[in-house]
């Protein structure tokens, strides 16, 4: 509230600036404002949404008044805002900016209903308007503890009962579809203070129709126990206590998270639970769902913006007490959180590429440290940097190093693909398949690559078929027709004659997902195949329908991208091939070998997840390398112990901190000639500030034009993080490239492509 002193505020607004901007508050609004609300001011010549950051002493007599404010309840706490603050100014970026990413979306989608409909901007219950709909509500009955004499109940009474000790609870309209019109045993029930009815508003759940039906906790075996005593005793504590639970697929990771979920719901603090977006499948869901009564709010991309900003409501109103979600849930407005989990805490996709560049499993030790919250890091196959933490002693190292039930990992053969060229399956993989058919069991291959052929060269006179606007090869959709660029819109029918001598023959060379499939179809033509890849999983639920005929048994070889590689637990699949291992083991980042160890890891764990052991086969012309052999043999730590040599000798992270400035534009010429000067004043900089950060470049990136634009870069490595920042916050201040050119400054880069 404002003290009666000031009636001044300062404000962020979303655009690139580095400053800060103060308001005048009318009289008219005085009562209205408040920290955390967004309000409509002007800006030069046009209008903007800003942020109220706080209330400000008066700097100058001519300050702007602003125009309106857009909300009834604060959007942020001040601990978020501290958290935002922490964000932009490691990340290098406008506080604006970095509040408007946090912010669901939805929310401007509101805000412009509101003035349209309302006209004159007056205060229309904001609630009426969301999504152009009116809020509907709906009768929720929830069962209550049952006591020791039930009454007698008859007939669909009891059934229904029965229904809501299994769900917790269910609205009238799910209760009626199963049972009919039930509502007079519902006011029947009531009436016993068997169950009790409430009016609740309806969000727009994607997983409201779905019955959970509820499950309990399994005895945790040694190590779990151990691993759960050690995070339930820190979130007691409620002091900042990071984690790296370490653990196989299959360890049982997922079921430590739920128990100390559980332990911290009982010490009345919520749960932040990040996954990468591809593991977010309703199995998921469906195990918390299962497993806890309370409010559970999921955040996905396959939100539309409405039912990510009904999520987000929920959770900012105190409705959930667990929120699970990809990476921007790191921003979720929850409170008083116990305990942060990320799983999978390797995945690439918890770094956000573009715009406000941040690293959500980064952010939530931040945002843990805040909050006096534990940290749990969960993987398979930890960061490099991250187990180096735990060594170090900067995180608390607990294992799970067995699968439950005593599982054994499934076998893992290398194949030397040397000497077969052009060959899809080496003969022991078509043999492997074969046999697996035959005993009934489902398998899976693997390969990154989609479309059918990723390479199309002209017969008479070599022209390969390049992107014009990006530096890539076309690929062949043969479904399709037509070939495309992965990166840009662009595609040529097909078939076509050759843009260099008009000739017709275009000879089609590597191989996709779409080709794979193909070949397996005349290898086996009796088998049931699918594909898996982003063109077959379009559209709303497409991933999940694949998955479940898989689940149901009604596939008998998967061929698909990493989307087949993640986070699904299939017990029929009994064989897992890897067609080449090689693509991302030669890309030209210094994380490529950490990148093919995690990916071979992660495929091979999709294998024998049942009763029967797996097999997996992993087909590459460099059989030898240290990635795929410490794969095979199921050996991070073997695999730790070269990789981190070869980071110390190279001088990478963990042992030198990584900072890009990329440089972009339409321009090769222009965008050239603003990497030099850039270089230029980050090396005068870096005299003037004695720093004695290594400024590489700048040089072209290795893709060196993507959508049109061309892309240069500069890398720096420094000893501390302090110090690239110092010398980046300098740069940003002092150089200014043409309007023409795009700068980006990236923190701990993930993707040097
Ligand atoms: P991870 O997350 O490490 O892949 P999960 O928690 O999903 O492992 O466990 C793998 C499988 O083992 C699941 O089907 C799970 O229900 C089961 N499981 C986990 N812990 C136990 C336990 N203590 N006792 C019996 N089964 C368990
Ligand atoms: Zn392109």
């Known amino acids: 509230m404002n003290t009666g002193r000031s009636c001044i505020v ?88 970095v509040i408007k990413a946090a912010l669901p979306a939805g929310i401007n989608i509101e805000t412009r209903k509101r003035f349209v409909e309302s006209g004159d901007g007056s205060k229309v219950a904001e609630e009426q308007l969301r999504g152009g709909k009116r809020v509907r509500s709906e009768t929720i009955y929830r069962i209550l ?117 559980a332990h911290c719901l009982g010490l009345g603090k919520n749960a932040l639970v990040l996954v990468p977006e591809i593991a977010l499948t309703p199995q998921l869901v469906r195990r918390f769902k299962s497993r806890f009564r309370c409010g559970i709010a999921i955040l996905h991309s396959g939100l539309s913006a409405g039912e990510r900003y009904d999520e987000w409501r929920r959770i900012r109103r105190g409705e959930a007490c667990i929120v699970i979600g990809a990476r921007s849930a790191i921003f979720a407005p929850l409170g008083k959180i116990g305990v942060i989990v990320v799983d999978e805490e390797h995945e690439a996709s918890y770094k956000q590429s573009e715009g406000f560049t941040y690293n959500a499993r980064d952010l939530a030790l ?44 499934p076998d893992a053969r290398i194949i030397d693909g040397r000497g077969h060229k052009g060959e899809t399956f080496l003969p022991e993989l078509v043999d492997a398949l074969a046999d697996n058919l035959s005993h009934g069991g489902q398998s899976l291959l693997f390969l990154n690559r989609r479309g059918f052929a990723t390479f199309l060269v002209c017969q008479d006179c070599g022209h390969v078929f390049r992107c014009p606007n990006c530096s890539v090869t076309l690929t062949y959709h043969r479904i399709r027709q037509r070939h495309f660029c992965h990166f840009c819109d662009f595609s040529l029918p097909a078939p076509s004659v050759c843009p260099g001598c008009g000739g017709a023959e275009i000879g089609l060379l590597g191989r996709g997902t779409e080709r794979v499939e193909e070949e397996v179809k005349a290898l086996f033509p009796g ?195 302090r110090e690239l920042n110092r010398l980046l916050t300098r740069c940003g201040m002092e150089f200014r490239p043409p309007p023409v050119v795009r700068m980006n400054m990236d923190m701990d880069p993930v993707d040097m492509m």
Not at 53 to 69: C, F, G, H, Q, R
Not at 376 to 393: K, N, Q, R, W
Not at 403 to 409: D, F
């Open 366 to 409: 931040v945002r843990g440290k805040m909050g006096n919250a534990s940290v749990v890091l969960g993987s398979a196959t930890p960061l490099i940097t991250t187990y180096y933490a735990a060594m170090e002693g900067r995180l608390e190292y607990l294992e799970l190093p067995e699968r439950v039930r005593n599982l054994p990992l």
């Open 10 to 97: 300062e404000v962020a607004v979303p655009l690139p600036l580095d400053t800060t901007f103060h308001y005048r508050v009318p009289q008219t609004l005085l009562a209205a404002v408040e920290p955390g609300k967004r309000v409509f001011v002007p800006f030069g010549r046009r209008k903007l949404t800003a942020y109220v950051l706080s209330w400000a002493e008066e700097t100058a007599s001519d300050l702007k008044e602003m125009i309106d404010v857009l909300d009834r309840e604060p959007l942020f706490t001040p601990e978020e805002l501290a958290f935002y603050r922490w964000a932009a100014s490691y990340y290098l970026k406008p506080l604006g900016e």
């Open 527 to 721: 088998a049931r195949v699918a594909r898996m890849d982003s063109d077959t999983t379009s559209g709303k639920g497409g991933h999940a329908r694949i998955l479940k005929k898989l689940e149901q048994g009604s596939i008998d070889m998967l061929i698909g991208t990493q989307m087949i590689a993640k986070g699904h637990d299939y017990p029929g699949v009994t064989l897992v091939g890897v067609i080449s291992a090689d693509t991302a083991l030669n890309l030209p980042d210094f994380k490529s070998a950490e990148r093919t160890f995690q990916l071979v890891s992660q495929v091979t764990g999709r294998a024998g997840r049942g009763d029967s052991p797996g097999t997996v086969l992993i087909q590459s012309l460099s059989p030898d390398h240290y990635a795929l052999v410490r794969a095979a043999d199921h050996d991070y730590k073997g695999f730790y112990a070269e990789e981190i040599e070869f980071r110390r000798e190279a001088g990478y992270p963990p042992f030198t901190c990584l900072a890009t400035v990329n440089l972009s534009g339409v321009s090769a010429d222009t965008v050239e000639k603003s990497a030099e000067e850039a270089a230029r004043v980050l090396r005068r900089l870096r005299q003037e500030l004695k720093l004695r950060t290594e400024i590489l470049g700048p040089a072209p990136a290795p893709m060196a034009k993507i959508r049109g634009r061309y892309r240069r870069q500069i890398l720096l490595k420094a000893t501390t993080r």
């Open 145 to 261: 503890p049952t006591p020791p004499e039930l009454p007698p109940l008859k007939g669909k009474a009891v059934q229904i009962h029965e229904f809501l000790h299994n769900t917790g609870e269910a609205s009238k309209a799910l209760i009626c579809r199963n049972f009919g019109d039930s509502s007079q045993q519902l006011k029947k029930l009531a009436g016993l203070g068997l169950i009790t009815a409430e009016r609740r508003e309806v969000y727009r759940d994607p997983f409201r129709e779905e019955v959970f039906h509820q499950d309990t906790p399994l005895t945790l075996n040694e190590n779990q126990s151990l691993a759960f005593g050690r995070i339930a005793d820190a979130v007691s504590a409620g002091k900042f206590s990071p984690f790296l639970l370490h653990g196989v697929t299959g360890s049982g990771k997922t079921e430590v998270y739920l128990h100390i979920i």
